[in-house]
Structures are given as C-alpha cells and as structure tokens.
C-alpha cells in the first residue's frame, strides 16, 4: 500500500506539471521606470539611477497563478550579457482575466514581474532587454510564445541635484524643538526616489531659529520669516566658498501636538534658474493618506520644486496660484491626476526599506503632481521633465529625458471626483561661511543694475510686500565678496538700497533683487524675499530700502564699534557630550535629547562693547578650511554645540561675529583638539 501511495503521488505530481507546463504566456509589455512612466516608455531614462523592469505577460491558464517568478536576459551591443531573476520581495500573480488589459495591470505592483537593472547596467548606454523564462515558486515553467519580443533602454548622463537642508531649532514654551532623525531621512530619501537624477550632493545642518514667531500662523508670514533666516545662512554660506547650486531647504518639526506647532511651508519660485531661491516646511507626521514616519519626503519634493520654477497645477484640491497656474499644464491630463486613459502614466516609487517605506505603484487615477494639494503626490510626467530641465539649465547642460508625447489641442479636462487635499495646508520650500579681514575704509559711488561688486560687501536680506509698500530688513553681514549681482530689469517695482554716511551723505545706491513667495491666490498681497548688496564701507551709518522713492526700512549703525571677548568652552561638559556621541546622534534620537544637560557642550561670549549687539555663529571643523553658519543675528550670548556638526570631526573652531546692525566684530575661539578634548595652542 505504502508504494502505491508514493506511486499515485508522483504520477499526480507529474500531470499537475505537464498541465502547467502546457499553460502559456504571452509578453505583452516590457516597461522600463525610474519614477514615472507610460504604456509607450516615452519617458527617458538618466544613467546612474535605479532603474526597474516590469514584463506584464497574459496568462493562458484555467486558473490565476500566483507566486510567479520570472528571468530577463540584458545584453550590450558590445556582446556582454547578463541573467536578472525578478524580485522575491513582489509576489506576482497572473490573472487570465486580466489578459489583454494592460491599464488594469500597470495599476498593481505585483501583477507584474519586477526586476531591476544591476548599478554597472544602467550606465551610459544602450541595453537591450528580453524575457527569458516565466515560472511557478516551485520551478514549473510556462511556455513563452514570444519572449524574442525585447525592448531597448537607452541611458543618458543627467545633471547634479544639490540640496542643503536645515533643521531650524527653536524653544517654545520651555520645550526645544529640532526635526528628528527620520525627518532628514525621508526627505533624503524621497529625493533620490522621485526626482530626476542620480547624482545627488546633500547636506544636513542643525541651526539656531531665534526669529520664530511665538505661534505659527495660518498663511505665509511664518515661513516667510524663516526662509529670511535660510536665505541669510546661504549668503554667509557661499560666500565661503559652498557651492552657488545647492538649493536651501528649512524643515520645522510639527509634534502632533497642536496646530500651533504646525507652521505652513512656502518658498520663493524664481521665474528663470536660480538657486538662491529659497524655501521652508513642516516635518512629521499627521497625512492620513501617508503612512511614512515623515511627510518630510513629498512635502521638501513640493517646496523644491517651487525653488526649480514649478508652479501650482491649480488643481482643485486647494493649490492656488496668483498667476493662475502652470500653463505648460498637458491638457488631456485633469490637473488632479497623474494622467489620463489616453496618457497613462503611472508612479513607480522604488521605496526604502531602511526608512521605513514600501515600494509601491500608484495608478494614474489614484496619485496627483506632486505640485498639487491633492492626495498620493508624486511628480507627474510633465513636472519629471520640467524640474529635469531646469536641473539641468542651472548645470549648463541638456535635460536627458525625451518630453512626454502629451500634448494635444483643445482645453484641459474639468477637473473631477478631487482628492481632499493637506487640510488647506500648502506644502513649501526653502535654501557656508568665510574668514572676515579687515580692509581700507572705502566711499564707493552707486552701482549700475547688473553690475558687479568688487571687494567686501554688505548683504543684506529681507522680506517686502509690493502691494502694501511695505517691508523689514531681517539680516545685513559683511562678506568678504559679493556674490550677488543687482537686477538687469529695473523698473518702477525695484527696490534700492541706500548706504549713508553719518552725515546723511548717499555712499551708494544700488538695485536689489525680489523673488516672490509661491503659493499666493490671485487676491493675496505680492510677498517675497528682498534681497541686495552695497559696496562696504567703514563710514556707513545707516542702510535703507526704498520702494517706489519711499523708505520702507532701515538699519543704523551704532556709533561704537562692538566689541566681544573669545568665546570659550567648557571642557568638562565635552568629556560627556564625546562618551555619549553615538547614543544621541544614533537614528531615532528624539526630540529635546540635544538639550538635556549631561553631554551639551556649550561656547559663551560676552558683549564688552556699549552698543546693543546681536551675533552670527559659525563653526568649523577643518581648521577655518570651511565655515558653516548655525545662528543668524542671536541676541543669546552663548551656542550649544550639536552633536551632528561634529561627529567624525578632530577639530572644531567656533567664530562669532558681533554686530550693532551695520558693521561686524569677529571672535574665533581657541581650536579645540576633538581628540585629546584639549585647546590647541
């Protein structure tokens, strides 16, 4: 009896694999994606980037079969090959109900084989692809009537994405708020998923937010106010060498906690490439429609944008736009969708298993642009290859990626069935430092618009209005060179910039630059960032801004220099802080763990001068090789040391920089040995 059982067994076995074995499929469609694409591959594909494959076959079976596992073959024109198994991670399942329905497919991830193309196979170059064998979990093959049918991925040099993001650190009511560790990550990481590049240089940096408001608002002003302080830290930045590419970003930690704590993003949208537009937002969590530990991800993507020159689709989720929108929009695309029927471009976002975050594909009739207020954001085909252009003009190079076949005659679709978008909370955006030297005291004459300013300068930064007349000047520092120029196209909206002596004589007189706030609704007054420079000069008293012949604000100079002692460190707090460096820069730190007493290293100055003064802190960790700007205009005599702008350092040097509001007094502190936690001599 026994032998007969195992006999019966195995002839069952044997006819359960012919049966499979005679099933068939068909390749239906070979999709190469990045990030987004459609039912023709339209969109083009930037070497260095992950890259995935999806083979959809019909299944000519009784019955959908699951678990089902695939092979691709790659080869080069030069005659290398490679075999790729799909991802174990996707269990695919075929449905013979689904055959021929290639929209329906495209729509779920594990109705496809997913495969991704090795790092040293998506080079620059031509590849072609072909489905090689489609198989059960336990190895039973179907029969492939035309895996011969292939497709070419072509991969072509796209241009760097640079992009340092500021953790703006306040107190409030006795509580220290600073974004934790996965709100950096996920911002990172969403980047790298999303948007088009694979040459990404990033930065991360705590800083001091002394200027935040008691209370976050409901509109713009808050993140106005911050992208001020952003845009300051990026002066003093470039000034000391960073490079002018990177874009400025400032997250704000939201706690859960009230809205009080949730401050609204915004950004400036420059209408030609400029990366010196800047731009803020919240990090958290608090989406129902995100699961992530951080909307930090899709929110910065939203800001950046703006930075890149995106506007609002105005899609009916509650993006507004004074300028009624962007009007490059596709129009067979409804601008609450990724796509359409007719143009079926779908997301395909590779994930991150470390954040962490699934990979996953969104239909087109699910997810929105990412510029949009809607729900499941993504950039869309036409946003992918805008933001790709504009990247790439700020390079100096050509975007890579093939426009999208999208557009057609005829108004854009009504916008239908909207998304309840962020709670009318719009997403935003936002944007290293140099040894001062003394120079000669110096009367410059005015400076012709678009001209240039050579020696130190007077930067000052600010936020306008050009409907009220109105503004405030939020920081002026001394750099050793101008890296700014003044506006070509003046006109009647210019603002200037006066510098007087303390008689009241003009020394110069110079245009400065505006870069509108992004989401505004036509009816909202025109805000934005003000920003210029004036040849320095010893004999400057007063600074002002004027719009329109009208003054609107105005610095003045105290009539003593200031004047402040070195700062210095206490030492036997550094013993703590160093023993527990890896406990609190480990991932997850929360919020507060910088403050607490035991391990904070703190540097302290005092004011020896009369005059009311204010500092900028920057630090260094090369020996002055490279600054880095951590507090804008602090009334606080004192900077604790964090301990993510040290880790890995052997060095560090702080240096304060006083100001009575026009004219600088720079203190550098004793070099400090990070590894005897010892002064230098």
């Given amino acids: 009896m026994r032998w007969n059982l195992l006999a019966l067994i195995a002839v ?62 790659l080869r080069r024109a030069a005659g290398a090959v490679r075999t790729i198994d799909s991802l174990a991670s996707v269990e695919t399942t075929l449905d013979p109900s689904e055959n021929g329905k290639l929209d329906i497919k ?11 193309i090795p790092p040293d196979w998506n080079t620059v170059g031509d590849v072609t692809i072909s489905l ?19 497709t070419t991925a072509t991969f072509k040099q796209g241009a760097a994405v640079r992009v340092v993001l500021l953790g703006l650190s306040y107190k409030r009511a006795g ?44 509109g713009l002003k808050s993140c106005n106010i911050a992208n001020a302080t952003i845009a300051a830290i990026r002066k003093l930045d470039v000034a000391s060498g960073t490079n002018a590419l990177f874009h400025y970003y400032g997250l704000v930690y939201f706690d859960g906690s009230s809205e009080l704590n949730f401050m609204r993003g915004c950004s400036s949208l420059p209408p030609t490439p400029d990366a010196s537009a800047v731009g803020s937002g919240p990090a958290g969590v608090g989406y129902d429609w995100d699961s992530s530990p951080s909307f930090a991800g899709w929110y910065s993507g939203h800001e950046l944008g703006h930075t890149f020159g995106r506007h609002h689709p105005v899609s009916g989720c509650g993006d507004l736009d004074e300028a009624g929108g962007d009007t490059g929009w596709p129009n067979k695309i409804p601008k609450n969708r990724l796509g359409s029927a007719t143009e079926p471009f779908v997301a395909f976002d590779a994930g991150d298993l470390e954040l962490p975050s699934p990979m996953t594909v969104w239909g087109w009739d699910k997810a929105a642009d990412v510029m949009t207020y809607c729900k499941y ?22 975007c890579p990626l093939s426009p999208a076949q999208m557009a057609a005659a005829g108004p854009a679709p009504s916008v239908q069935d909207v998304s309840t978008g962020p709670g009318g909370a719009p997403l935003s955006i936002k944007k290293k430092p140099g040894l001062l030297v003394p120079v000669a005291d110096q009367v410059d004459q005015p400076v012709a618009a678009g001209g240039a300013i050579s020696g130190p300068v007077i930067s000052l930064t600010g936020r306008i209005d050009l409907d009220s007349g109105s503004g405030e000047i939020s920081a002026v520092n001394r ?23 303390a008689q009241g004589r003009v020394l ?51 009539k003593t220099r200031p004047a402040l002692s070195q700062p210095t460190a206490d030492l036997p707090r550094l013993n703590d802080l160093l023993k527990g460096l890896n406990t609190l820069t480990a991932p997850g730190r929360q919020v507060d763990e910088f403050s607490k007493a035991s ?56 240096r304060v920089k006083a100001s009575d509001g026009i004219h600088e007094t720079v203190s550098t502190s004793r070099p400090l040995d990070l590894t005897t936690r010892l002064p230098l001599q």
């Fill in 12 to 73: 069952t076995a044997l006819s359960l694999t012919s049966a499979r074995s005679a099933e068939k499929v068909d390749v239906q469609f070979l999709e190469t994606t990045q990030s987004v694409q459609d039912d023709r591959n339209s969109i083009g594909l930037i070497a260095g980037k992950r890259t995935f494959v999806r083979a959809f076959v019909d299944y000519h079976g009784t019955s959908a079969a699951s678990k089902v596992h695939g092979t691709i073959e």
């Fill in 106 to 116: 495209r729509n779920r991830l594990d109705h496809s084989l997913v495969f991704e």
């Fill in 132 to 150: 090689t064998g489609v198989s059960l979990h336990d190895g039973t093959r179907f029969v492939c009537t035309n895996c011969d049918k292939g």
């Fill in 175 to 218: 509580k220290i708020f600073v974004p934790r560790d996965v709100d950096y990550k996920a911002a990172l990481s969403w980047l790298r998923r999303a948007y088009p590049s694979s040459d990404f240089e990033f930065q991360t940096r705590v800083v001091d937010w002394t200027t935040v408001p008691p209370s976050f608002d409901k």
């Fill in 377 to 398: 954001t993504w950039p869309s085909a036409h946003n992918y290859v805008e933001i790709c252009d504009r990247i790439s003009a700020e390079n100096g190079v050509q």
């Fill in 479 to 501: 750099l050793d060179r101008s890296i700014e120029k003044a506006p070509t196209d003046k006109n009647a909206e210019t603002p200037i910039i006066k510098s007087y002596d």
């Fill in 508 to 558: 110069s007189e110079v245009p400065a630059t505006v870069l509108l706030d992004s989401d505004r609704a036509a009816s909202d007054p025109r805000t934005g960032l003000v920003s210029g420079e004036v040849p320095y000069s010893n004999d400057i008293a007063r600074l002002e801004l004027f719009y329109k012949d009208k003054p609107i604000a105005a610095r003045e100079a105290a």
């Fill in 599 to 654: 391990g904070a290293l703190t540097y302290t100055w005092q004011n020896q001068g009369s005059s009311s003064v204010k500092y900028t802190v920057q630090l260094s960790t090369n020996g002055g090789k490279d600054w880095k700007t951590v507090a804008v205009e602090s009334p606080q005599h004192s900077i604790t040391i964090d301990p993510s702008w040290i880790e890995g350092a052997s060095t560090l040097d702080i």
